[in-house]
């Protein structure tokens, strides 16, 4: 069943292929208020006539969780959740009650393709090292018997709200799959060998978010020089993918906290990858 409801905190810094739309998380009370200048490569996000020295965008929503989130419903710690999820485990070949199984998601997402990693243009801190960058990229998406999951997801008549200022809330039936990425650029800037869940509610097209940082990446890049103003510090770095039909693309995401402890934090992609992916 599907209850929506969705409260989106606007700053956007829009990439080539960027396909971030993929989770939300529920840290919006001290979030940036502008939008980044976009590139003129960029396929999706919102501009303004704001500055270009603010961070990126944050979502938030009460549905599913994402890296981070401790406010969603799968494995999360927060008793007062607004969606009660319901896990079936099933073979790779069973039937889920959407319709489709594992193996025929599957069917043309796994396998390696090569493709480009393309970092934004904006912000002006964005160091110019990496502004504009293309990395040849290899992206490996496996699954080696991981577990299959389907999520009976429903409201939940007991979640109390009143701190929810938007109000908006998603609870989505859909299939989990345990899978395995390498995210790998040619001089190994990313060199990543991650463990993700791959989530669909159609047999179509299928999301992936890994965190990457914490607890590091494993490759070269360093976080610490992604920026020019040191007090721009990344606290967390997100791997989001989209794979939809023989397309895949998505988008290598920071979240940045600006000034200390008495700043202010803003959470969006850097970086594009792949294709462009209708949202």
């Known amino acids: 069943m599907l209850l929506k409801h969705l409260a989106i905190v606007t700053v956007s810094l829009a990439i080539t292929a960027c396909t971030v739309d993929k989770g939300t998380g529920d840290e919006s009370s001290s979030t940036a208020s502008a939008t980044d200048s976009a590139s003129s490569a960029s396929n999706s996000g919102t501009t303004s006539d704001d500055p270009t020295d603010t961070p990126p965008e944050v979502t938030t929503s009460g549905g599913t969780a994402i890296p981070g989130d401790d406010t969603g419903t799968t494995g999360a ?47 002006t801190v964005l160091s110019d090292d990496l502004k504009n960058k293309q990395l040849p990229l290899e992206v490996e ?16 008549p007991d979640y109390d709200d009143s701190g929810n200022e938007s109000g908006f809330i998603e609870c989505t039936d859909r299939l989990e799959i345990d899978v395995e990425v390498d995210f790998v650029t040619e001089a190994k800037e990313f ?8 989530t669909a509610t159609t047999v179509d097209r299928a999301d992936l978010d890994v965190a990457l940082s914490p607890p590091g990446l494993e490759g070269s890049l360093d976080p610490a020089a992604v920026y020019t103003d040191p007090e721009w510090v990344i606290t967390k770095i997100d791997l989001g993918g989209t794979w939809q039909g023989s397309s895949a693309g998505g988008s290598v995401l920071n979240e940045v906290l600006v000034g200390g402890d008495g700043g202010f934090a803003g959470y969006g992609p850097i970086a594009g990858w792949g294709d462009a992916i209708d949202l």
């Open 77 to 123: 710690t927060n008793e007062n959740l607004p969606c009660i999820d319901t896990p079936t485990v099933l073979a790779v070949d069973e039937p889920s009650a959407l319709g489709f199984s594992a193996a025929q998601l599957l069917a043309d997402k796994v396998g390696k393709r090569t493709t480009t990693l393309t970092f934004a243009s904006d912000p």
């Open 191 to 198: 060199d990543e060998h991650r463990k993700g869940i791959l």
């Open 141 to 156: 998406l496996r699954h080696n018997g991981g577990e299959i999951r389907f999520i009976d997801s429903s409201e939940n």
